[in-house]
């Protein structure tokens, strides 16, 4: 998780310094071209507002990824259900689980586990979840509870029909 990463890289980044330093002061670093690591380099682009959002059409896989990468203290992946934000704090792939004909975001599903939501290939249990709140921070974790036949993530169609309402 996003959690255990920084953990760990507060420990390697400063002893790979302490390190580095160390060979520089002692004159036996030893320099390396960028292009025999990676011609290419590595890219990423800021986060924006928004980025945290769950794209239930992308692969279970994916899915589950994408929260592992977002748990606090990241912002945790989010999605909406009944008109609330919520940060999903932990999902679990299902070995073998079958395509499943639905909606993507639909919770097809509910065990002592947690909510089974359909995803773009399959689909995943939710274990974890927390409403956000108005500042942003996160409120209590609870396992998910959403009934089967609801529907997880924005309705960009209600959301044009308001605006267009309030626009009229």
Known sequence: TYATLLASAEELCAS?????ISDVYEGTD???????????????CR????????DWTSG????????????PPGPGARTTWKDASYA????ETIDGAKPYAGAAGEVIGRDLGGILVKSGDTFLRLTRWAPVQPDGSLGAATVPNAPRGQRLGLDLKARLARAEARIA
């Open 47 to 54: 986060r924006r507002e928004g980025d945290e959002e769950i």
């Open 88 to 91: 999903i704090l932990a999902a």
């Open 16 to 20: 790979t310094l302490v390190q580095a």
């Open 60 to 71: 279970t896989a994916s899915i589950e990824r994408f929260v592992r990468a977002l748990v």
């Open 30 to 44: 030893q320099r390396i071209v960028q292009a025999t690591i990676d011609p290419v380099g590595m890219y990423c």
